[in-house]
């Protein structure tokens, strides 16, 4: 009998940049896919791949209320009687709530849990925040209760902190240093001539670090450093941590920053780029990260969970203090002015993405965790 996996993320774009692989290798294996997702314009890149797709209409990531969770939970509840997936897998934080708790009352057989960072609920402070963080943590609770489970984490620190609160056993537990990266794909560039481009590629929002990095490039022009700031990426309305529009010509106009809007070609827009830039408040394990090692690009990167992890310290690229647009600057102005230093760097970063972030080891460990939890089914 043909095993089916359904893979439940909250859009459709996420789905393909970081979970594709796996569900390639997958159907190669005779797995039937199948996708719960928000649907964007990507239906039919989705179909042409031979998967089936179920659109989540209630899966609006802007909205946090308890009766758009409910009917969340219901719309799933009736996708997975429909299908009888033998494993799903859950991807981000809201798939992993509410389509745990819906797997537990459904009676899915088998679970994979994807956590790919904490999230702004981690990050965000005051009294709000601590009530919503609290509700959040019970209902991991609820979510992981699953009997037939295993949690993919993307660092130690986020294993520590959820598996405290959640009361989670080891046994349940694996580390997955985040989606991987097609070696072939990202290939080593060398570092190009002209005026240095410093690159932070990623959704443009607060809590990615993308101010300081405009106040990081307004002190070094006032310094009198020569270098072009850009940025990859795109404002994300549903997410409320987004910067607005507004805000990016403003930086524009002023010449601090060039706006590259999103860059479908990122091996591309690495191998432009002299320095990879991500001065992010929190993650899982940053992909724009592992692609920039494989390409061969020095980075420099914040000293908090998922950023620190994702380099070698010293050797690929620096670590800086988080929402310090001053020690920011420093890095970049000392690496900036030592080429020779970000050629070794950009070396040895080739060097840790081909030993630790290659997209077919994180495929095959995932085949190995669907393969145990369907035999223990």
Known sequence: MKHILLFVVNVDWFFLSHRLPIALEAQRRGYQIHIATGLTDRLDELQSYGFVVHPLLRMDRSSAGLDNAWHTI???????????????????????????????????????????????????????????????????????????????????SDRISLAQVTHLKD????????????????????????????????????DKGVREFADAARLLKLRGVVARFCLAGTVDPANPAS????????????????????????????????????????????????????????????????CRDAIDS????????????????????????????CQAMGNAGRALAERAFDVRQVVALHLQIYKELIEKS
């Open 74 to 156: 219901i719309e799933l509840w009736r996708i997975y009687k429909a299908v009888q997936p033998s494993v799903v897998h859950l991807v981000t934080i809201k798939p992993v709530l509410l389509g745990g708790m819906a797997a537990r009352i459904a009676g899915v057989p088998a679970m994979v849990a994807a956590i790919s960072g904490l999230g702004f609920v981690f990050v965000a402070s005051g009294a709000k925040a601590t009530v919503r963080r609290w509700l959040v943590e019970m209902l991991y609770r609820l979510a992981f209760g699953h009997r037939n489970l295993k949690v993919i984490f993307q660092n130690p």
């Open 171 to 206: 046994c349940k537990i694996e580390i997955i240093r985040g989606s991987g990266v097609d070696l072939a794909q990202f290939s080593y560039t060398p570092i190009p001539q002209g005026t240095p481009v410093v690159l932070l590629a990623a959704r443009l929002l607060i």
């Open 243 to 306: 910067l607005t529009d507004a805000e990016l010509a403003q930086w524009a106009a002023a010449g601090v920053i060039e706006l590259w809007g999103h860059c479908a070609d990122m091996q591309s827009a690495l191998s432009s780029a002299h320095l990879v830039v991500l001065p992010s408040y929190r993650e899982g394990l940053p992909k724009v990260l592992m692609e920039a090692a494989a390409c061969g690009r020095a980075v420099i990167t914040t000293d908090v969970p998922g």
């Open 314 to 341: 010293g050797i690929t690229g620096m670590l800086v203090p988080v929402r310090n647009a001053e020690a920011l600057a420093d890095a970049l102005e000392e690496l900036l002015n030592d080429p020779a230093r």
